[in-house]
């Protein structure tokens, strides 16, 4: 049998908070480093403890050296979440068309039998 599903919520209990915190800790530093080797990444991860304690790793790099890159690159570039869901629409929208038409000019051929097709049928 397999394990009960953990429903993934806050823990109230302020010990069984920090007791969990020190033993997943450990896991997502491992898991952190194993990402760097493998891809080849630049990679800084900081936490704190429910307590205030500051843990943090990096790969390769120094850790303020993968944050200042991350400072200073464009907002645009930085990733994240988007707030704005029609900007995210609209630019899947043009990305799309984009894509087609980029299509439409490496296979000329297939465009104007599309067309030729549309013409007859509507003709």
Sequence with gaps: MGRVKLQIKRIENNTNR???????????????YELSILCDI???LIMFSPSG?????SGKRR?????S???????????GVVR??????????TLK????????????????SNL????ILFS
Aim: proline share 3%.
């Design 69 to 79: 890159r991350y400072i200073n690159m464009p907002d645009h570039d930085r990733g």
């Design 18 to 32: 920090q007791v969990t915190f020190s033993k997943r800790r450990n896991g997502l530093i491992k898991k952190a």
């Design 42 to 44: 630049d990679i800084a």
């Design 116 to 119: 030729e097709v549309t013409y």
């Design 97 to 112: 068309m984009e894509s087609d038409i980029a299509l439409q000019i490496a296979n000329p051929t297939a465009v104007n």
């Design 53 to 57: 304690r500051l843990s943090h790793f």
């Design 84 to 93: 704005n869901k029609e900007f995210l629409l609209g630019t899947l929208k």
């Design 63 to 67: 850790i303020e050296d993968v944050l």
